[in-house]
């Protein structure tokens, strides 16, 4: 897959923070899955909401908070349209991390002591804590995937390791780690023989490079 180059001076332009200088330098932000700086759009947009039509969301019949909805349903027509899914579809959560952890609860009691839950050793903990928790509160058995010396998962093992009794597999799209983008396909090829969820951490895909559901045929993806 190719991903697009894009020019970092160019990006920078965008966010005016980043125009400050500590210590005479020009400022250099790492730590962005902690908290992302936001663009000149972003940062217009909330103003613009707080100054204009600050109102709550589909609980109002008053000007304000039709406008406000109208903008709220407006970006998950936008947000639905980069992921080539439809609008309903589309949920707003705080970040991946509670995304994934609503998607563990929320299955919570369709697992059993004699499941597994199949993840990978190159998981980021939002991944792999809340499927540590399902299985202490289930009794279930938490598998891990292994990957070759290149960092892409082992195929051949993987048929192996997902059985009958798997009922989920979550997986990194792409490490954030390795860099590596994983073959979901493959994956998705193998859990449709025993109808397991596909669980999707598309923490770093997401913003690299396309992503379309209707391809990734996922049950769930979380960025």
């Not at 039709?66 to 407006?74: F, L």
């Not at 995304?99 to 299955?107: F, H, K, P, Y």
């Not at 799209?173 to 073959?183: A, D, Q, R, T």
């Amino acid at each position: 897959m190719m991903i697009k180059k894009f020019d970092v001076n160019e990006i920078r332009k965008d966010f005016p923070i980043l125009q400050r200088k500590i210590n005479n330098n020009k400022l250099v932000y790492l730590d962005n899955a902690a908290t992302s700086q936001k663009p000149t759009s972003v940062i217009n947009s909330l103003s613009d909401y707080y100054s204009s039509y600050n109102s709550n969301v589909h609980r109002g019949v008053h000007t304000l908070s039709v406008e406000a909805t109208d903008k709220y349903e407006m970006a998950r027509n936008k947000v639905s349209a980069f992921l080539d899914c439809k609008p309903q579809e589309v949920i707003w959560t705080r970040n991946t991390s509670e995304s994934l952890n609503i998607v563990s609860i929320g299955l919570k009691k369709s697992i059993k002591s004699t499941d597994n839950i199949v993840i990978s050793k190159m998981e980021h903990h939002s991944n792999l804590v809340p499927w540590q928790q399902l299985c202490l509160e289930t009794g279930a058995t938490l598998r891990y995937l292994n990957h070759n010396l290149d960092g892409k998962i082992d195929l051949i093992e993987a048929e192996n390791i997902i059985d009958k009794n798997t009922k989920i597999i979550a997986i990194t799209h792409m490490s954030n780690v390795l860099g590596v983008i994983n073959p979901i396909s493959e994956l998705r090829n193998i859990s449709k023989k025993y109808g397991t969820i596909l669980v999707l951490d598309g923490a770093q895909s997401a913003p690299h490079f396309p992503v379309s559901m209707k391809d990734l045929d996922c049950d769930f993806f979380t960025f």
